[in-house]
Each structure stands twice: as structure tokens, then as C-alpha cells.
């Protein structure tokens, strides 16, 4: 398992479970969002952003403008330094008034964040507030989280320090447990974190949790990967082996995702964690001579067949062979693709390789 750094805001999930690692590959997209909104509540420029997200902004910075009345100091992105874990964090937000520091830090997610009173990234902030800054009494840390309609308040005193530096330090202790000296038994898969983390593909305990699924699910008896992660597979044997596991599991997520809606649907539950949504039904004209004849006033016929998107080689030959006579079908076929691709207008995509099971 690799070990990566820790920041103010990955020490939650280091605490619940000592192994966490960011994950490189992980989506981006939430955060690119989120580095956009938090630029444009530090430079008050709202170009570019839908009308959503600058409502967001806007009620960030409409919550501070009181704030920033009569302040000795007003700064934005402000750097500093998080003691023990000795990383750089920054403040969205530091307004100092009357030897309080207010910190506070924009959330943008749909979901909302720990109380600002227990939150680690909090207490972080505090804490190098009180340690960095002397003159400071009180540091009072506010989450405005604006999607989800909420703020959340801590505050903390040079009284707090010693608690703030423990819990610190006892996040590291047990990192370094499991990094340094292998112990497994501290860490504590959940839900919550494993799908963000970049070791789940080589952790230890995640397998277990898994093969437990993958023996109570098999119709058969299982064998199992002598090691976890598929990269440290040398044989084909043990290549094979791990693909039989996998068809067993995806087996398992696919019934666990239908029997759960069921669940809901059916039998009217509810089930922690989850609520219901609604895609809409794919749209799809099946009379494109009826819609072009609809439209012919409002678009020209390039504008439509364009609007119409790719056209189906398999359609198009099916049609062809349709036409053609006994014995003919394949020759028309052939020359139709042979015509196509002199013109230049076929394309086709890359072959798609997979593994099927062998039966037998
Ligand atoms: S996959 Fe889960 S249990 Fe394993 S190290 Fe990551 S967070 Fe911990």
C-alpha cells in the first residue's frame, strides 16, 4: 500500500481509517468546480460561472460583508503553516477583528461537512492560527457550505491547544502503525472512505471484506488469489483465478443494486444513505421523414441530417442486403463498404477486447 502525505482536509479520513491514501486517479470534477467557485469568491469575479454557481458565490460573499466592516485585517487565500502534520493550508477567508480570527472556508459540495466544532480540517486551521499568530486570543472557524443552506461555527482558545495537538498526533501515531510496522488490524473499511482511497485496489482488508461476499455468493466453491492486487498476478493461473472472483462479484454489486431498488420501490422502504432519483427516458423520433417533413421550414436538409447524428454501417447494410438478390447479399454488402470508404466517410472505431468465459 503507498503512503501519501497528509493536508488539513485528508486528516478525517486518515483518522477514520489509518491507511487512507489520496487517490491520483480519482474524478476531478467536484473539486476543478470547487477551485473555480473559491477564485471567484477571492477576486469577485463572476465570468464564466453558470447562474447556479454564482448564486453560490453570491451568498458566500454576501455573508461576509458584514464581517469585513470595521476589521483589522481582511485576507483572502491566506497561507500558513499546520503544525505537525507541517503542511501549508489555506484560509479562504481571515478576518482578524479585536484579536479574534475568523477562518473561514468556503464548501462548496451538496453534501454537508462536520461540524466546524469536531471538524480535523478545522481544528487544523485553528490550531495554526493560535500556535502562528500570538497576539490572536480567539479563533472562531466557520464553514459556509451555501448548497447545502449552512454554516457551522467553532471556536477555540489557546485553552484548546494541548486536545487540538493530541488528536493530531494520534492520527499520525496510527498511520505510522500501519505503514511502518503493518498493522493491518487498524485499518477500518467503510463505505464512506474506501471508494476515495488510493490503496483500495492493493488493501488488505478490502479484499477480505470481499472474498467474505465472493464465498457466501458463488454457487461454488471459490479458490482465491494468493495476493490481492492483479499486478503481482505472474501465472495464468492466477490470472484466471482472479477473473472467476470478479465475474462472482460483479454478479453480487448488479443483484445488490436491483434488489435494493426493488426494495424501494416495491415495498415502499428507505434505505439510509440513499434516496431515490429519476433520469429521464431516452427521447428518440422513430419517423425521421415525418420529423424532417415537420421541420423542413425551420431547418435545411443539412442542418436536419446533421442534427441527426452518425449513421448505423450495420443499419445501412442490412438495408442494402434487403434489396439484394439470393446468392448477392454479401457481394452488395461488400460494396457498399468498399464505396463508402473510397469516399472517405466511413469510420471505424477501434476493435474492443475482452475475456469470455470459456465453457466446459
Ligand atoms: S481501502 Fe479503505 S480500509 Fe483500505 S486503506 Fe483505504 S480507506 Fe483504509
Known amino acids: 500500500m503507498k503512503q501519501t502525505g497528509i493536508t488539513a482536509s485528508g486528516l478525517k ?40 454557481q454564482k448564486e453560490q458565490v453570491e451568498k458566500c460573499l454576501g455573508f461576509i460583508a458584514p464581517m469585513v466592516a470595521g476589521a483589522d485585517r481582511d485576507l483572502r487565500e491566506q497561507e500558513m503553516r499546520v503544525p505537525i502534520i507541517n503542511r501549508r493550508g489555506i484560509v479562504d477567508r481571515l478576518i482578524i477583528k479585536n484579536r479574534t480570527a475568523y477562518a473561514i472556508d468556503w464548501k462548496f459540495g451538496r453534501n454537508p461537512v462536520d461540524d466546524a466544532e469536531i471538524n480535523n480540517q478545522g481544528q487544523a486551521y485553528a490550531l495554526a492560527l493560535l500556535k502562528g499568530m500570538p497576539d490572536i486570543e480567539r479563533v472562531v472557524v466557520l464553514f459556509v457550505s451555501p448548497r447545502c443552506n449552512d454554516i457551522s461555527k467553532g471556536e477555540f482558545t489557546q485553552a484548546d491547544v494541548p486536545r487540538l495537538e493530541t488528536r493530531i498526533m494520534t492520527i499520525l501515531a496510527r498511520r505510522a502503525a500501519v505503514f511502518e510496522e503493518a ?60 477473473r472467476r472472483l470478479a465475474l462472482v462479484l460483479e454478479k453480487w454489486v448488479e443483484s445488490v443494486k436491483s434488489h435494493n431498488l426493488q426494495f424501494v420501490m416495491d415495498a415502499g422502504q428507505t434505505i439510509p444513505g440513499f434516496e431515490m432519483k429519476t433520469k429521464s427516458g431516452k427521447r428518440e423520433i422513430r419517423d425521421t421523414l415525418a420529423a424532417y417533413a415537420a421541420l423542413k421550414d425551420d431547418l435545411t436538409v443539412e442542418e436536419f441530417l446533421a442534427a441527426c447524428g452518425p449513421v448505423s454501417m450495420t443499419k445501412l447494410e442490412e438495408a442494402v442486403a434487403a434489396r439484394a438478390k439470393r446468392g448477392e447479399k454479401s457481394k452488395r454488402k461488400e460494396a457498399l463498404y468498399e464505396r463508402l470508404t473510397d469516399m472517405g466517410i466511413l469510420e471505424t472505431g477501434r476493435d474492443v477486447y475482452y475475456l469470455a468465459r470459456v465453457r466446459g
Open 13 to 52: 479520513y486518515a483518522e477514520i481509517c489509518p491507511g487512507f491514501s489520496n487517490d491520483s486517479d480519482g474524478d476531478t470534477v467536484a473539486a476543478d468546480e470547487g477551485k473555480l467557485l473559491h477564485k471567484a469568491c477571492e477576486t469577485g469575479d463572476l465570468t464564466g460561472l453558470t447562474d447556479e
Open 183 to 242: 498493522r493491518e488490524d487498524l485499518l477500518n473499511p467503510t463505505d464512506e472512505i474506501c471508494r476515495y482511497c488510493g490503496n483500495r485496489g492493493t488493501c488488505p482488508a478490502l479484499y477480505s471484506k470481499a472474498l467474505v461476499v465472493a464465498q457466501n455468493y458463488a454457487d461454488t466453491q471459490l479458490d482465491i488469489p494468493p495476493k490481492f492486487h492483479p499486478s503481482t498476478w505472474t501465472t495464468p493461473e492466477e490470472h484466471s483465478i482472479g
